[in-house]
């Protein structure tokens, strides 16, 4: 059976095809995620490998935030430390995130999305995280050190000034030493400018404190016994690990980054298989019904039923492997293709081979062959089906199974996504929301089921504009001719459809809400003053804006992570005057006299998710340890505010960070003028109202566009099962066209039938997923309301848009099919059997 199958593919080759791009594409997208961050991740645990410190002290921070003020230890720490039997030299370290270097023409330096830390030069080159390369240690705020790849990129040598921008202020200094990007712990592979220890604190911190501490053991030392000697003179504030547990606890880390990316990439080529097995039921469904008298005749001749079910699952399975070869073989040039472009763009990774893992190969097989063979697996039962007798007839039907069982089994679906839609839209907020998402994807599921009843119904009232000329309604019977053919031809765009008409709505009213609630919470500011990477920014800003003239008033808005049990939440700190004008806000209970108590207000949602209300007192953690506060207030929601906010001097003595997140402006002075006082600080931006609402736009419009490139391929799959139906369709009926032909159709009415069937089946994919995607998006801002989705738009010109594209896409889907039907030799279809 396995060689008859494999006959019929070389026979049939071309109608395959198809199905083979179907499986081809989503394989490659399997693939090509799978082996670039297998070897994203190789490349970079290679840095974990050059650490050399035997030891390595860090502080255990409460809130584990990776922004703001990091946790520190003291310099009594330190010498704690080298007190400690067997230490041989206890080297304090200081690395913080977010440093950025100016290029020569004073624009920031391109990182490539990676982040660029500041250091401290390391006192014992024995413990230190990264080497001297080129020159001498830098000594004084005068002086600093870059790591190569950025000196490089940026075309710096010894002796040049450069300029960078620290948390505290910028400093030009002189490159007195090129050294290795860091070898070890989160900063491994990234950008390194390093200064001596005392200007590192000052320019990094602002303050004493250290990072880490990495330890040098005596020869013969055992790394146990004094790992857990310096944990018991140092106490529960410290973690000790060995060189070993720094580079397993890093290369987790990214384990973990790798997987979650992973795992999105690999959902989305799940849905494009998904859509691509609607193309592949198709085509075995067509093919098994034009083969049915040579299935018989297998019967006749003493093939069981088994028997013709396994030859037509062999051709499934020879598929199934073929598209995922060749999936996997384009899936892994993608990733060498990336990987070569992170080698040209000269990033601070090392160079790994491209990781083919056996896990990896066996995916893309199993994914491929097993969706492959399930899809084509009821067209082959059908087969299977076909008595002997059969193949003594000309015309050989295959059983058609009723629809009663679908339309149940659909149905059935249909009433739970409508009950799961009414406890969703009562459940309210993230739950709610969930909930209609999981209705969303069962009205699918059911309406894929119950389609074939309302297919030919609805083709004939999608077709009725286009009149009733012979083409227009030979090519409208055609579509009705085989309800489940056409209705599984339309599921693939319908779901294509619904997703992209959803987000459109979802992503229109995000950017409305957005531009209403910054709008209702910026009050009397006429400028607004913040950093695009980094996010935060040195306080000097806030000094030298306030000496421009016409600025009448400067408020300062700071940010910091901490936790509340075990909910990690922002903290943001005000300074006086802030909510009085500059933040417009909306007092529900309390007061917000509070604030200069010492007590904390809050914005309702999150006091809802902490459980707490006005008067109550909980305990808030941050870097500096555990503090009680208590609910002075209980705010309307503000997008400005969502968060524990103090009042600057509380703020800072619960160790916030000292950078700054957000300054407003009063009065009358230009933009342009702010600009050019701050020309040390190119990232810095000077908005108006408009042009921050604009601003707080973009990640909206950034992620959309990443989930419609990505949602293409699923659209392009279906596209492919429309010229695939189409196309078989034409093989089908090839002496139906020869008849067509010879009693008087000509070949711009043969293409205008066919135009006709492929516009039938994409409108109703069309209509059907943009009505689907519009009505579960509505609701799903109607329950988001007070969580910031406070405006329902629905892009009214772009989903009219989407519903001309899919007319046009049925036209061009039938391109190709047409010329082809065109092509044909009157006489020979005429006599084909």
């Not at 026979?11 to 090509?32: P, S, Y």
């Not at 606890?249 to 990316?261: I, K, M, Q, R, S």
């Not at 009448?552 to 943001?572: L, Y």
Request: with cysteine; glycine share 10%.
């Amino acid at each position: 059976m396995f060689r008859l199958g494999l006959r019929s593919v070389l026979a049939h080759r071309l109608r395959f095809v198809l199905c083979t791009v179907a499986v081809l594409l989503g394989i490659a997208f399997v693939g090509g995620a799978m082996v670039f961050t297998d070897t994203l991740s190789a490349a970079l645990k290679k840095n974990f490998s050059g650490g050399t410190a035997d030891l390595t002290v860090t502080p255990v921070d409460p809130v584990g935030a990776d922004t703001g003020r990091p946790a520190t230890l003291t310099s009594d720490t330190v010498e704690r430390v080298a007190a400690v039997p067997g230490v041989a030299a206890a080297n304090p370290e200081l690395l913080v995130r977010d440093v950025q270097v100016l290029a020569a023409d004073g624009k920031p330096a391109e990182t490539y999305g990676l982040p660029t830390y500041g250091g401290a030069w390391p006192r014992d080159a024995r413990t230190a995280p990264f080497r001297l390369l080129d020159g001498r240690p830098p000594w004084g705020g005068a002086q600093l050190a870059l790591d190569q790849a950025t000196a490089s990129r940026e075309g710096y040598v010894v002796g040049d000034q450069v300029r960078v921008v620290t948390a505290t202020q910028a400093v030009t200094a002189e490159l007195t030493a090129i050294t290795s990007p860091p070898l070890s712990g989160p900063a491994a592979g990234s950008g390194l400018v390093t200064f001596d220890p005392a200007t590192a604190q000052l320019l990094l911190l602002g303050e004493p404190g250290w990072t880490s501490i990495g330890v040098a053991l005596t020869a013969g030392s055992d790394p146990g016994t004094v790992r857990q000697a310096i944990a018991t003179a140092i106490g529960d504030g410290v973690d000790v690990r060995t060189a070993e547990q720094v580079k397993s606890d890093g290369e987790n880390a990214l384990d973990d980054a790798f997987a979650g990316y992973s795992t999105v990439l690999v959902l989305f080529a799940g849905l494009a298989l998904f859509v691509g097995a609607f193309l592949i039921v198709n085509t075995f469904a067509m093919l098994v019904a034009q083969r049915s008298r040579e299935l018989a005749m297998l019967r006749a001749i003493g093939a069981s039923r088994g028997q013709v079910t396994a030859s037509v699952l062999a051709e499934a399975l020879l598929i199934g492997a073929i598209g995922s070869t060749l999936g996997l073989l384009l899936g892994i040039g993608v990733a060498a293709g990336i990987r070569f472009l992170y080698r040209w763009l000269d990033l601070s990774i090392p160079d790994a081979a491209l990781q083919v893992r056996p896990a990896t190969v066996v995916a893309c097989y199993l994914i491929g062959i097993g969706v492959t063979v399930a899809a084509a697996y009821p067209a082959a039962r059908r087969a299977g089906k076909l008595p002997p007798m059969a193949a003594l007839r000309d015309d050989v039907a295959l059983p058609e199974r009723s629809l009663l069982v679908r339309l149940l089994i659909g149905g059935f679906m249909l009433l739970m996504a409508v009950v799961l839609y009414l406890i969703g839209l009562q459940a309210q907020g993230l739950p709610g929301a969930l909930l209609l998402a999981f209705a969303a994807a069962i009205t699918l599921l059911g309406i894929v089921m119950t389609s074939p009843l309302i297919s030919r119904y609805a083709v004939r009232a999608l077709l009725w504009p286009f009149g009733r000329k012979a083409p227009v309604t030979l090519g409208r019977r055609n579509a009705e001719r085989n309800p489940r053919r056409t209705s599984a031809t339309a599921s693939a765009l319908m779901i294509s459809v619904a997703l992209i008409s959803g987000l459109l709505v979802i992503a229109a009213s995000a950017k409305a809400s957005i531009e209403r609630n910054i709008t209702d919470a910026i009050g009397t500011s006429e400028l607004v003053i913040s950093s695009e990477d980094p996010a935060t920014f040195s306080p000097a800003i806030a000094d030298r804006v306030a000496k421009v003239a016409g600025v009448e008033s400067v408020h300062r808005v700071r940010q910091q992570q901490g936790k509340v049990g075990d909910t990690t939440v922002q903290i943001s700190g005000v300074s006086d005057g802030t909510l009085d004008g500059p933040i417009t806000t909306k007092l529900e209970s309390g007061s917000l006299d509070g604030l200069r108590q010492g007590q904390a207000v809050l914005p309702r949602t999150l006091a809802k998710t902490l459980d707490l209300t006005t008067g109550e007192t909980f305990e808030l953690t941050t870097t500096t340890g555990k503090h009680q506060l208590t609910v002075a207030g209980i705010l309307a929601p503000n997008r400005q505010l969502n968060a524990i906010v103090l009042a600057l001097p509380t703020y800072d003595a619960l160790g916030g960070a000292p950078t700054d997140a957000v300054l407003y402006v009063d009065g009358a002075a230009p933009a342009e003028a702010i600009l050019a006082e701050l020309k040390d600080y190119p990232t810095i931006q000077v908005r108006d109202q408009q042009a921050y609402v604009a601003t707080a736009r973009g990640p909206v419009n950034v992620a959309l566009g990443v989930i419609g490139m990505l949602l293409a391929l699923a659209i392009l799959i279906a596209i492919l099962g429309i010229v695939n139906t189409l196309a078989l369709g034409v093989v089908e009926r090839t002496r139906e066209i020869g008849l067509l032909r010879a009693i008087g159709m000509d070949r711009p009415q043969l293409s205008r039938m066919l135009q006709v069937e492929s516009i039938a089946i994409s409108l109703l994919g069309a209509l059907l997923g943009l009505t689907i995607g519009v009505v579960f998006a509505a609701s799903v801002q109607r329950v988001m309301v007070g969580n910031g989705l406070s405006v329902l738009d629905v892009p009214v010109l772009q989903l009219l848009v989407a519903v001309l594209l899919a007319g046009v896409v049925g036209v061009l889907a039938a391109v190709w099919p047409s010329r082809r039907a065109a092509r044909l030799d009157v006489l020979r279809a005429i006599a084909t059997e």
